[in-house]
C-alpha cells in the first residue's frame, strides 16, 4: 500500500509550490518530498458527482497508483486531481491518463 498524503497543509504545500499538468481526466501536482518514498493525494470534488460516483473514481486512481507504483521515481508528493470528464471511465482509462501525466512531469523510470 502506499503512503497517502492526509494533512491539509502537505496538500496546501503541494499546490502552491508543486508544477501542475493536466489531461482529459486528471490534473498532477508534483512536489520534490525529500524523502526516500513517494506520497499520494487524490481529490475528487463535489463537481465530478455524488458520493458513489466520487468514491469510484478514486478507487481507479488508487488502483491505478497500486498497479503502477514501481514505475514513479521515488521522492515526490504527488496529488491528482479528477476532473468532471473522469466520471464513467473504465480503469485502463485512468489508468493510462495517471501514466501520461507521469511522462509529462518526467517523474516515470526510465
Do not use: Q, W
Not at 16 to 26: C, E, I, M, Q
Not at 34 to 49: A, P
Request: proline letters at 1%; glycine letters at 6%.
Amino acid at each position: 500500500m502506499f503512503e497517502s498524503i492526509k494533512s491539509n497543509s502537505d496538500f496546501l504545500k503541494v499546490y502552491r509550490r508543486g508544477k501542475s499538468y493536466a489531461n482529459k481526466y486528471l490534473v498532477m501536482y508534483v512536489l520534490n518530498n525529500d524523502l526516500n518514498k513517494n506520497r499520494y493525494g487524490i481529490t475528487v470534488s463535489k463537481k465530478v458527482g455524488n458520493s458513489v460516483v466520487r468514491h469510484r473514481v478514486t478507487r481507479l486512481i488508487r488502483e491505478s497508483i497500486r498497479l503502477n507504483e514501481e514505475k514513479f521515481e521515488k521522492g515526490y508528493d504527488i496529488v491528482i486531481i479528477a476532473r468532471n470528464t473522469a466520471k464513467g471511465r473504465k480503469c485502463p482509462e485512468i489508468e493510462s491518463a495517471v501514466l501520461h501525466l507521469g511522462k509529462l512531469h518526467h517523474i516515470l523510470v526510465r
